[in-house]
């Protein structure tokens, strides 16, 4: 059996941005905010030249592998979070009672969803800024993961439940995600 080549990939840093490795923890600081994240996996290794982030595994196995790819991917979003940010777009649909959205605080609110009386709530995670205007709602935040869950909670506190889906199709949907 034939043995995988080893993982070297090599990230390269928008211009205006900053990044840090101190230990596991590395931190990427744009014009749009700074994230940080934890990375620690044994096989996995990375490091920072002046204009790439250099993650390597050298790894047979493949779920360290796949965990090599992931932190990859973790770390491109966080290039692309600091430097144009996510956005997500959601659309308000009813055909039996007209709901109305606001938000308050960090609680999204949908009010006279299928008539009913009291108001379903989703939460809003830190750094995550919404704007609902008429049957548009826009999510907007540079944590690729946190804009993506506030938009899950939006849709999973809209679901129909007891009720005949095909006919009650009422709710909040995302229609387009991450690009701006």
Request: hydrophobic fraction near 35%; glycine fraction near 6%; include cysteine.
């Amino acid at each position: 059996m034939a043995k995988s080549p080893d993982i070297k990939e090599e990230i390269s840093i928008p211009e205006n941005v900053e990044v840090t490795l101190d230990k596991n923890l590395l931190t990427v600081k744009g014009e749009k905010g700074s994230l940080s994240r934890v990375f620690a996996h044994p096989q996995i290794k990375i490091s920072i030249n002046k204009k790439n982030i250099i993650v390597t595994c050298k790894s047979p196995k493949k779920k360290t592998k796949a965990f090599a790819g992931t932190t990859i991917a973790h770390i491109k979003n966080m290039n692309k979070g600091v430097t144009e940010g996510f956005e997500y777009k959601m659309k308000t649909v009813f055909s039996h009672f007209p709901i109305k959205t606001s938000v308050e605080g960090n609680e999204f609110i949908i009010q006279n969803f299928l008539g009913e009386r009291s108001a379903r709530k989703a939460k809003i995670l830190e750094g995550v800024t919404i704007e609902a205007k008429d049957e548009n709602v826009t999510v907007q935040g540079i944590d690729k993961e946190k804009v993506g869950q506030t938009v899950a909670n939006i849709e999973r506190a809209t679901a129909v439940k007891k009720r005949d889906i095909r006919v009650f199709q009422d709710g909040v949907y995302r229609t387009s995600r991450g690009e701006k």
